[in-house]
């Protein structure tokens, strides 16, 4: 497809006649679009100013309308004459005249009315000639006026009253109803405007009588005993939004935040809807059912968008046309919050300057189609000295490099391009085989240092680097040297000559028996710079000699000897330090007897050919280099983790050396799961180095959270152990009692008051009682025993005696026991009874979460004490099993939590990234019911379901545990049948674990003898 496209060419003097009408049309285009821009800004601008102009109108009529009634409104509640309530048909009330003049003067005014706490009612209605409210009330045709009222009658039943008068107040009619279903108190108007201290206006709404929208405004009487109220129709706003001239097809309306037509030019806002009962549905028309598109679309878009939409033009797409809108927030000052929109077509304000642009575009077309044959006819004058030079560069693409008839241009610059095209010729001639020679050994070096960059294999990146610089140079043999930087020497690493068949070294496997060249001089220490490799190893320069047999600055004997004995001639040397950036020479590359392209005969090593081969060198150095670094890292961290993994163990004589050997045991598990061809595991195997690797690295880590641990935990052998065994402090007190006891005996013989017998029993049942006690609670210390009720039952009593106490319990103490301290800086009233074992406040080291409790992407779920340590005497003595507390056991399982912690700290690579959860999985069971995420068996890799197995294993076996005996194989093995029936450990891996005999291998390295009894593997398998 790209040969295609640029076969299409045009010729000069289509390409002059192209770009002339092209800048015709470019400027005209430029001056369209600057007009087009300039106008449409002016039109915006207009229409901007229009918007502002009616929206400020629109909301200035509103706020005065509103304020004239609410003046109205607190006027007429604080007349006094407004409090006393009609009587009858309302016509002899005082305020009657107020109320006909105020609907009469404002022409916005539909009514005005009183409404009385009593039910009592009085209205004054305008009908301004209107025959739909005339129709609606049943007035005569002269009716100016319409009076309302609501009264009782001697009786107290509730009548209302209609009086119809004209403009002078003549009374032209009336009718009576009987118990009108009106009731004012429980109008909305009536209980708001009760409630507030201000006028106050109601929600826009359907006048139930007249069916008219508006809304009232309400202030209760001055003695509170009623409600004055205004209804103001909005009939008068929408017929003044209709005189607003927005544009020819432009709009405008008001709606309120529940999308209601408030008010609009156009169309009725009220709604009908027969409900089939006497009174009709009527509410406020809906944008959604208004049947304007506009209407719609602006609401719509108010109510999708939350910012950016008052006080703005906005640009909409209504019926797929573009519309200008603003919209502005009426504000709420009266109480009510209505938006204003106003909106027009866009082609209302941009329509002229449209039909502006349309005639100045035909305009320039016209003269463009007069321009354009006159602009073809010059150039192409012009072209034709251009149209031959041009077939000449066809022939010279082609390579077609044969004379040609002669031609010249009388334009300077043209008759300089002919001479430049003949010597053209020549060179690409010369130059174009050489480029194609050069351009292979381009592509040979990069992907070469491709190559180099990928492979991992020392000894084949070696032979690569060697084989890839022999092929470059074309070179018929050559030697590479690795430096040998412990004995200051250049180790011979491959040899090759073709023509004499020697290949030795590197991945052949065929030993090199040559000395090392070294780089000083054994007696004098002096650099040697007789070899030509030593030299370029020690000044880091390349070398390049033509011919050995000419050159006196190195001695080549070696070489000649070698020629002899080989029947060979070493010709031409090229010699090239492998040095890395700002690195030492880790490598001389050493090339010998050039060869010509296609042909046998032994040639100098070119510069250019020199420069490729160093080019190769750099990237080899490098490549060699980092394998040196990544082997050097490597080790180090190997050694690192192994180093941590020893302190671990070195730490406490309870881990042993079980960070050492757990990961030999999970890798001689892993090999068999990997060396299994069915079942299970017929899908794992560790494929490279770095699964190995991970696996390894993850295993020597299992356990790096001990370093946490404190040891007085790990180390805990009786249950008052902390940092040292606190049964000694309980000794010393069982002492002071017993000295007491004998003090107050011999207390006693002195007075003569007492039978020295009796005394004498006494001492001797109190001694007894006393060791018997102490006895007691040193077996409990032991934890040998499980504790029953009867046996805590007894520590208590034995902790409830009591001694007295003559020293200050908080001298000596540091500053964190100090705070720490129940009755720290109280001063004590000595001497002081407490009792013999206690659990004091100061006993209690308070929790401090540090977060990683609550880290979700860890997953723990294990349950936390509430404090950290509880040292308190009689809570540890009281440990039902063993010696550790709940808060104790928590903390060595906590362990887990810290290896989990620390792994995911560390910057792992890609190949690595299981590290966390293989190390931190080996306290999980098959049924989640380990620690400390309780994941299940299909949560689990099989490397980590390898090292559960691994560290159970090896932690039942370990013969250098102080605090138990070492178990032997047959012991371990049933053990682990029960953990595997109880869903604890994988019942494949185990059966696996005994079908390989890496039980029996495992044991022979690192059991005693005594614990390698026989087991018969058939009793422990799954049942199938």
Known sequence: MLYRLTKKKITFYISIATLIVMIVCVLTGLHLWNSHRASSRAAMNMADRLFDEITGRVVGRFYLMLGSVSVLTDSGANMPNMTEEPEYDGLSHDSLEFMIKSVENFDYIFSIYIG????????????????????????????????????????????QYWRYLDKN????????????????????????????????????????????????????????????????????????????????????????????????????????????????????????????????????????????????????????????VRMSNMGAKYGLDQIIAVAAPITDFTGHIRRMEANIFLFSLLMLLLVVPLVFWISRKISRTLMLLSSEALKIQNFDFSDSEPFDSVIKEIHILIEAFSLMKVTIRKRTDALYATQQKLEKLVEQGIALAAERDIKRLVEMIFLAAKELAHADGGILYIADTKNDSLQIEIIRTDSLGISLGGTTGEKITFKPIPLYDPETGEKNKKHVASFSTLTGQSVNIDDISTSRDFDFEYVRKFDKKNRYHTRSVLTVPLKPRQGDVVGVLQLFNAKN?????????????????????????IALDNQHLVA?????????????????????????????????????????????????????????????????????????????????????????QTIYNRIH??????????????????????????????????????????????????????????????????VREIASRKWLRYFDNRLGLSNEELLNHDNAGTPEDLPVEESLLSDKPEHVTRRDLNGFYENTDFGFRMDIPDVLYNSGEIYNLCIRKGTLTEEERFKINEHVIQTIVMLNKLPFPKSMSNVSEIAGSHHETMIGSGY????????????????????????????????????????????????????????????????????????????????????????????Q
């Open 116 to 159: 009385y706490s009593s039910g009592n009612f009085l209205q004054v209605i305008a009908s301004r000639g209107s025959h739909e409210i005339l129709a609606t009330y049943g007035a005569p045709e002269d009716t100016s006026f319409i009076v309302r009222s609501i009264t009782r009658d001697s009786d107290g039943n509730r009548k």
């Open 169 to 324: 107040r003549r009374v032209t009619g009336a009718r009576t109803g009987e118990s009108p279903s009106y009731d004012p108190r429980k109008r909305s108007w009536y209980l708001e405007g009760l409630n507030h201290d201000n006028s106050i206006f109601t929600d826009p709404y359907v006048f139930s009588s007249s069916r008219k929208p508006g809304i009232t405004c309400a202030h209760y009487l001055i003695n509170r005993g009623g409600v004055f109220g205004v209804d103001v129709t909005l009939d008068n706003f929408s017929r003044f939004l209709k005189e607003q001239k927005v544009s020819d097809n432009g709009t405008l309306f008001l709606f309120d935040h529940s999308a209601r037509i408030i008010a609009h030019p156009s169309e009725s806002q009220v709604l009908v809807q027969p409900s089939g009962s006497p009174q009709d549905e009527i509410h406020l028309l809906t944008a959604e059912e208004s049947g304007d598109p506009t209407v719609k679309g602006i609401t719509e878009f108010y109510f999708r968008n939350s910012e950016g939409r008052f006080d703005t033009n906005l640009n909409l797409t209504i019926e797929n046309k573009p519309w200008l």
């Open 597 to 621: 392209e296609g042909s046998e005969d032994v040639a100098p090593f070119t510069g250019e050919v020199a420069g490729f081969v160093e080019a190769l060198a750099a990237q080899a150095a």
């Open 632 to 720: 050097a890292q490597r080790e180090l961290f190997n050694s690192f983790i192994q180093l941590l993994a020893g302190a671990i163990d070195a730490k406490s004589p309870y881990t042993g050396g079980h960070c050492t050997r757990v990961p030999e045991l999970a890798a001689m598990l892993a090999q068999a799961a990997h060396d299994t061809k069915g079942g299970q595991f017929q899908d794992f195997w560790l494929k490279t180095d770095d699964d190995w690797r991970e696996f390894r690295v993850a295993a020597w880590l299992h356990d790096c959270g001990k370093i946490t641990t404190p040891e007085f935990v790990v180390d805990k052998s009786t249950k008052l």
């Open 729 to 794: 402090e309980i000794r010393t007190r069982f002492e002071v009692l017993l000295r007491d006891t004998e003090l107050d005996y011999y207390k006693k013989l002195v007075t003569g008051e007492h039978d020295r017998e009796v005394l004498e029993k006494e001492l001797d049942s109190a001694r007894r009682q006393l060791i018997d006690d102490f006895q007691f609670l040193a077996g409990c210390n032991i934890g040998g025993e499980f504790m029953s009720d009867e046996k805590v039952q007894r």
């Open 932 to 1023: 400390p995420r309780r994941l299940k068996k299909e949560d689990m890799s099989v490397p980590a379901r390898i090292m559960v197995i691994a560290d159970i294993f090896e932690a039942l076996t370990a013969s250098d545990r102080p605090y138990r005996k070492a178990k032997t194989l047959s012991e371990a093995l049933r053990i682990m049948s029960f953990m595997r029936n109880d869903q604890h450990i994988d019942h494949e891996l185990f059966d696996l674990f005994l079908t390989s005999n890496v039980y029996r291998q495992y044991a022979e390295k690192h059991l005693e003898p005594e614990q390698i009894d026989e087991v018969d593997i058939d009793q422990y398998l799954s049942v």
